[in-house]
């Protein structure tokens, strides 16, 4: 079993639809990181968070630490929101990150 | 540069070449990671240095992946005698600092990766 699991692995949606990914892990955490990769490889740090819930722009992350599960959302979505987001999670033993499979969101127009 | 900027952006081996791969770093960070991303998958963990210290190299696959950062800023990824299986894409990553735990002091910022094809 991954230690950190992404759900769902593909997403497709229209423009304006309300977006949740989700992300569920196993093992003893300091952080966690939520981060966008475009088509070309670049990757974007969306959020850190170890508790809580953090917002920017169109973006919520959350966090429960009792459930070691955290959601990302995307209100309003739109067509350049099309991209892989990546969970991934700093072990609490080491400064290694452990990195979800990766959900493909794609919005239609 | 304000970010993490890696060169080339894309690069084409025969296979028996050797490559080198640049990763420039957020100025002052002291941390600097490599992870290799082969198609269709996440990022794996290769290599870590503290300033120019390598002081977890577990990640890199065989004897012909070599990292150096000698000045404690520029980083080099060297593959030797390229084979097929080591097209991806190589990240690099930079933070203020490694340790675990949560802190803005360790959020790593990502370059834009060098794609690697051997044909």
């Known amino acids: 079993k991954n230690e950190v699991e992404q759900s769902p692995q593909n997403l497709t949606a229209q423009e304006g639809e309300f977006i949740t990914i989700n992300c569920s892990y196993s093992v003893g955490i300091s952080a966690l990181h939520w981060l966008q990769q475009h088509p070309g490889g670049g990757i974007v740090s969306l959020f850190m968070l170890s508790s809580g819930k953090k917002k920017h722009g169109r973006l919520i992350a959350t966090i429960n630490i009792q459930e070691k599960h955290s959601s990302l959302h995307i209100t309003a979505s739109h067509p350049r929101d099309s991209a892989v987001y990546i969970c991934?999670?700093?072990?609490?033993?080491?400064?290694?990150?452990?990195w979800g499979a990766g959900t493909k969101l794609i919005i239609k127009p | 540069g304000a970010g993490v900027s890696q060169s080339p952006r894309y690069k084409v081996a025969k296979r028996g070449q050797d490559v080198a791969l640049r990763c420039d770093p957020i100025?002052?960070?002291?941390?600097l990671f490599w992870y290799q991303q082969a198609l269709g998958q996440g990022p794996e963990f290769l290599t870590y240095?503290?300033?120019?210290?390598?002081?977890?190299k577990s990640g890199l696959p065989s004897d012909r992946f070599f990292a150096e950062r000698p000045e404690g800023s520029v980083s080099t990824l060297k593959i030797q005698r390229t084979q097929q299986e080591d097209s991806a894409v190589y990240l690099c990553?930079?933070?203020?600092?490694?340790?675990?735990?949560?802190?803005?002091?360790?959020?790593?910022?990502f370059g834009p990766g060098t794609r690697l094809t051997v044909l």
């Open positions: 990553a930079s933070s203020l600092d490694g340790l675990a735990g949560a802190s803005s002091y360790n959020e790593q910022f």
């Open positions: 991934a999670v700093e072990s609490d033993s080491n400064y290694q990150l452990i």
């Open positions: 240095f503290q300033n120019e210290a390598q002081l977890d």
């Open positions: 100025s002052g960070h002291v941390s």
